[in-house]
């Protein structure tokens, strides 16, 4: 088992920034990759960012490259999510996701583990 835990979210103006932290403990060995999703009510969970867990390559969706940045803190078994540029349509519930099968996968399907989400609100 791998248990994460979010943090970080709040109510940030439109233009302003953010970091989310994810931080995981357990058999955290069998993992590739982790990412970070985001849900509206209504909707099916939004791939953003990934990161390799060996050798830590990264990946973004379009609608958030060039204003996120996923990054990771081995000695503080951390996963980040710096947002910058926010726009209200970010307003969403973040959660952050191990997955054990394999590197490269953007379908909440593929994602093992999940974290409680931290809710992020942007006002305009």
């Known amino acids: 088992q791998v248990q994460l835990v979010e943090s970080g979210g709040g109510l940030v103006q439109a233009g302003g920034s953010l970091r989310l932290s994810c931080a995981y403990s357990g058999r955290t060995f069998s993992v590739y990759a982790m990412g970070w999703f985001r849900q509206v009510p209504g909707k099916t969970r939004e791939f953003l960012s990934a990161?390799?867990?060996?050798?830590?390559?990264?990946y973004y969706a379009d609608s958030v490259k060039g204003r996120f940045t996923i990054s990771r803190d081995n000695a503080k078994n951390t996963i980040y999510l710096q947002m910058s540029s926010l726009k209200p349509e970010d307003t969403a519930v973040y959660y952050c996701a191990a997955d054990k099968r394999g590197w490269g996968h953007i379908n909440e399907e593929s994602y093992d583990y999940w974290g409680q989400g931290t809710q992020v609100t942007v006002s305009s």
């Open positions: 990161v390799r867990w060996s050798g830590g390559d990264t």
